[in-house]
DNA sequence: TGAAAATATCAGTTTATGCTGACGTCAGTC
DNA sequence: GACTGACGTCAGCATAAACTGATATTTTCA
């Protein structure tokens, strides 16, 4: 059985700076002021987006005394990488096989 | 290295009708009144988002007489979760050693 | 305790984009 | 050759969401 790719998650990976983000992330745990500097973006935006991949579970906060520490959640990653993985498969073979429906 | 995720792309599998597009063309090459019955939307809203696929490289076209069956690329599919399986995986070796920049 | 640094929140503006209705085009059928 | 059905394009509208500046909160350090 196909399980479909999760789209709030979706929406929230295609934004490029939360993206940028995401991908700074999997690389080493960072805080705000690392992303800041990493990005180039304002601190304000950084930290909309940041409660936007928060949310969304797809990174999780550790406070270090006035700093803040973003760590990717891998699992959440890992798990759609599967999703799309498996809808790839799906369409290798409905390829492979050339299945379509007739017209009406 | 770790190749980033194409922006673009997705940008464009972020939106629900789309997705939606992609997971039912996953399983069978579909003609856009196909995918008007099973999706429920206009034909005229349906057209811009096979566009905005068409044009992202997501899906192709094949003209049968005055049908057009629409495919998916599952290589296209199988790359996007290949980005994200690295992802994933570099992700979790950072979690897994904990490496984190020092505060600054 | 007062100042500065790190981060979050809020309100307002602007931009992007999804949806719709009207219309155009091309292929098949009577 | 007129008609119908499949599909695409275009212009306009509406909503969502990204960005910004101002401000609040918390922590550290002198």
Do not use: W
């Amino acid at each position: 059985m196909l399980t479909s790719v999760d789209t709030e998650l979706m929406r929230v990976l295609a934004d490029p700076l939360r993206l940028k983000i995401v991908t700074l992330l999997a690389r080493e745990i960072l805080c705000t002021t690392h992303l800041v500097e990493e990005t180039g973006a304002k601190q304000t935006n950084l930290s909309n987006h940041l409660k936007v991949l928060r949310e969304a579970g797809v990174v999780e906060t550790e406070p270090c005394g006035r700093f803040t520490y973003y760590r990717l959640r891998p699992d959440v990653i890992a798990s759609l990488a599967g999703r799309f993985a498996e809808l790839a498969e799906t369409a290798q073979v409905t390829a492979a096989t050339d299945t379509k429906r007739t017209c009406p």
